[in-house]
């Protein structure tokens, strides 16, 4: 698998990248990649489905200049920043094998992300939900995922030193919740692993053999994405 560690300048460039890396291996110009990112700044991100004004601050996302963008995965929003370490998985599928639906690329994700955090940490490592990494019932990484015929694109991130009273400010509590977070706040659902970054991405390119750096990154596909996509209040801010 090759490794990329590449933050671009831009909220909506880095976004832009994982479509671009899927559609590259999509069409057959590219391989299984891991990617690791850390944002500079602050910016809020919904699925894919989410309904910015139910899931988001707006008010007072405009008044504090936090950009707020779409992602082309489901899942719920999240305020990425500084100490959100994020990575990015373009895998190849194969029905017979564990990445054949949807669940089941969950659980062998997770399960893996599970056995490479827990030594980090010194603390057992649950799934929880349908795509949540959580330590004692504190969650800690969302994650989800697009797919198409050949490859999808699962993506994440992991609170290391994130700003949780910010994102107490930024975003509301979710209208869809799972189970286990018993409607709590974003203070007493969410921790940080409070671990060096470079602790985690040794870890994860470990877990996914990812050794050979990528070269041919597809940047013409990244800056179109950018300019007509997620650089674009009509795709951010569409439902």
């Not at 590449?6 to 057959?28: S, Y």
């Not at 969650?139 to 050949?150: H, L, T």
């Amino acid at each position: 698998m090759k490794f990329c560690d590449l933050t671009l300048a831009t909220p909506a460039e880095n976004l832009a990248c994982d479509e671009a890396l899927l559609d590259q291996a999509e069409d057959g110009l590219g391989e299984e990649v891991l990617r690791i990112w850390e944002p500079a700044q602050c910016f809020v991100v919904v699925g894919y489905s989410n309904q910015a004004a139910t899931e988001v601050n707006l008010p007072f996302c405009e008044r504090n200049g936090l950009p707020v963008l779409r992602r082309c995965t489901g899942g719920g929003t999240v305020l990425q920043g500084p100490g959100c370490l994020n990575y990015s998985l373009i895998l190849r599928v194969a029905v017979s094998g564990p990445l054949g639906s949807i669940s089941a690329t969950n659980h062998f994700i997770l399960d893996r992300h599970r056995t490479a955090i827990a030594p980090l940490i010194g603390a057992p490592v649950e799934r929880r939900g349908q795509t949540d990494l959580a330590i004692g019932g504190l969650k800690f990484s969302g994650n989800a995922q697009r797919r198409k015929r050949r490859f999808l694109l699962f993506h994440g991130s992991f609170l290391l030193h994130a700003d949780i009273a910010l994102i107490a400010t930024a975003l509301p509590l979710p209208s869809k919740q799972p189970d286990y977070r018993a409607n709590r706040s974003h203070a007493d659902f969410l921790v940080n692993l409070k671990i060096a970054p470079s602790l985690l991405s040794a870890a994860l390119a470990k877990t996914w053999n990812a050794t050979e750096p990528l070269t041919g990154l597809p940047t013409e596909r990244i800056k179109l994405l950018t300019r007509d996509k997620y650089s674009q209040p009509g795709w951010s801010l569409r439902f």
